[in-house]
């Protein structure tokens, strides 16, 4: 399993930036960035790409809806050159908290959109001259929606690739399926290893039935928070407000992905009980209701024996990218965790 981290969106980006070199070094592979309603990753990325030598970066995620299809595929580009040959662009579709409420933008068909943004991508990184006609995106825009003056077009540059990996974040059985059949890694959120086979398989095993053996492997990236100790549980308590506000506020009753995931995982009573108290605004008691099992069995957090279990379910389930947020007090003890999730992961 290859080792990645996730760099908060919120706090001193740049401090963080200057401590990656100490990660690189200690054995971190690769990086995530997200793109919330927040500073852009774009730019965050290209100066993790000035600052660091070997370190894979990636986007953790872009949204489809913010840019349009040839965009992205610039900014992958661009951000591979910077980086040499070292992006991952990971795209989703975030929700309509975000997309129409701080975008602007119909939060409208993500699985047919991003089909179409990596198809016009490909294109775009292959030098082509792009033309396109979908069902959401048309290349060149037709005479009678604009002036007529359009033409295809190809790429100026030359990209470092042609064909720069894509991930997708998913957590539906359709944007799974859509992930497996199409990227190159899928990205998904709150993964517990015993419980993926039944809420993912059938949607895994539908999408690489038809996915193109040019692909290759699907690379699946498991987040988990990681302390390593006899007396780290308490860390577990870190992770209930996040849960809470993926589980209880992003979405409204019935189209909220995160409370239907909790659902699919066997905590019904649970999620509506979250969800309830946060729509509410009792944020504090909505946390608390968050099931213990799913902050223990989601996060590598414990003593040393109970992380290389954790760590063996996660792989046995398909985990091929760990991405792990280190929990310590300061940055030595940061690293020294890297290290040895590095070292016990090989061993696994």
Not at 128 to 138: F, I, L
Not at 317 to 328: C, D, E, H, K, M
């Amino acid at each position: 399993m290859r080792i990645g981290m996730p760099l908060s969106y919120s706090g001193e980006f740049k401090e963080t930036v200057e401590g990656l070199a100490d990660y690189e070094k200690a054995g971190l592979d690769i990086v995530f960035v997200a793109e919330a309603y927040t500073f852009d990753a774009v730019s965050q990325l290209g100066y993790i790409a000035a600052k660091t030598d070997r370190l894979e970066i990636a986007s953790g995620i872009l949204p489809v809806y913010t840019r349009t299809p040839s965009l992205l595929a610039m900014t992958a580009a661009g951000l591979d050159y910077v980086s040499d040959g070292r992006f991952t662009l990971g795209l989703g579709a975030s929700g309509p908290q975000v997309i129409e409420g701080f975008h602007g933008v119909p939060y409208k068909a993500p699985l047919g959109r991003t089909r179409e943004i990596i198809e016009i991508c490909r294109q775009v990184w292959k030098r082509e001259r792009v033309q396109y006609e979908g069902k959401h995106y048309t290349l060149p825009l037709p005479a009678d929606q604009g002036t007529g003056l359009g033409k295809p077009l190809k790429l100026i540059n030359h990209p470092v690739r042609d064909r720069i990996p894509v991930h997708i974040a998913a957590i539906g059985p359709k944007n799974v399926e859509l992930a497996a059949e199409v990227a190159e890694g899928w990205q998904p959120i709150f993964y517990l290893p015993e419980k993926a086979g039944d809420v993912w398989g059938d949607a895994l095993a539908a999408g690489r039935a038809k996915r193109d053996e040019a692909l290759g492997p699907l690379d699946v990236v498991g987040q988990a928070a990681l302390a390593i100790g006899d007396d780290v549980e308490g860390w577990l308590e870190f992770g209930r407000p996040m849960v809470a506000l993926y589980v209880g506020g992003m979405g409204a009753k019935g189209k909220n992905f995160y409370n239907d995931l909790c659902r699919r995982y066997g905590w019904e009573k649970e999620a509506e009980e979250i969800q309830d108290l946060y729509l509410a605004g009792k944020k504090d008691e909505a946390a608390a209701k968050v099931p213990y099992e799913l902050l223990r069995d989601m996060s590598l957090i414990g003593p040393e024996s109970h992380v290389r279990e954790r760590l063996a379910a996660m792989k046995e389930s398909g985990i091929t990218t760990l991405n792990v947020t280190p929990v310590a007090g300061d940055h030595k003890a940061r690293l020294a965790l890297i290290e040895k999730v590095k070292e016990m992961a090989a061993e696994v």
